[in-house]
Antibody
Framework: EVQLVESGGGLVQPGRSLKLSCAASGFTFSNYYMAWVRQAPKKGLEWVATISTSGSRTYYPDSVKGRFTISRDNAKSSLYLQMNSLKSEDTATYYC?????????????WGQGASVTVSS | DIQMTQSPASLSASLGETVTIECRASEDIYNGLAWYQQKPGKSPQLLIYNANSLHTGVPSRFSGSGSGTQYSLKINSLQSEDVASYFCQQYYNYPNTFGAGTKLELK
């Protein structure tokens, strides 16, 4: 069974940093691109970052580019999201997601989500 | 960025009814469209990709159609477990973008 378990969420002040982790199991982690998608309270979904299988290629929307960094450790089947210079608009539930095999942007497995609140 | 306009924002339907949710893209997305279901308090789940391909394990009462800029998700014979929010997503162009969602409730 595919499992994605996020951790590291919490309350953080504007301008500070936070790092999310995602532990993957039930599939060959190193064979898949991986991604982060967020959902602000009572709002829709927003793609945040994607990383290639080896980690050599990363992709971000303009809203987080330069502030967020996605990374992975294939030996540990783990995905990470380093979030710097956090803003109130970054408040959301952050989902670790696995793209459907052969696709980079269609997510067929999701974690339960990690809640991030940016507030003073 | 490609804007995805989803309608209606909310919808109330009876058990057994057929429901249709629409998604309009701001430009042609060449069938690069997925639909997700998110039940209350849960994570999203993939239903449809490539506009009309049913994901593994998804009941056949769900179907997707459309082309160009206009797409739709149809749910035949609505079941109680279909109460959820539904989101469309275009992945034809960077950045991939989602619709605002449709909240489906039982009448």
């Amino acid at each position: 069974e595919v499992q994605l378990v996020e951790s590291g969420g919490g309350l953080v002040q504007p301008g500070r940093s936070l790092k999310l982790s995602c532990a993957a199991s039930g599939f060959t982690f190193s064979n898949y691109y991986m991604a982060w998608v967020r959902q602000a309270p009572k709002k829709g979904l927003e793609w945040v970052a994607t990383i290639s299988t080896s980690g050599s290629r990363t992709y971000y929307p303009d809203s987080v580019k330069g502030r967020f960094t996605i990374s992975r450790d294939n030996a540990k089947s783990s995905l990470y999201l380093q979030m710097n210079s956090l803003k109130s608009e970054d408040t959301a539930t952050y989902y670790c997601a696995r793209p459907y095999y052969g696709y980079k942007d269609v997510m067929d497995a999701w974690g339960q989500g990690a809640s991030v609140t940016v507030s003073s | 960025d490609i804007q995805m306009t989803q309608s209606p924002a909310s919808l109330s339907a009876s058990l057994g009814e057929t429901v249709t949710i629409e998604c309009r893209a701001s430009e042609d997305i060449y069938n690069g469209l997925a639909w997700y279901q998110q039940k209350p308090g849960k994570s999203p789940q993939l239903l449809i990709y490539n506009a009309n391909s049913l994901h593994t394990g998804v009941p056949s009462r769900f179907s997707g159609s459309g082309s160009g800029t206009q797409y739709s998700l149809k749910i035949n014979s609505l079941q109680s477990e279909d109460v959820a929010s539904y989101f469309c997503q275009q992945y034809y162009n960077y950045p991939n973008t989602f619709g605002a969602g449709t909240k489906l409730e039982l009448k």
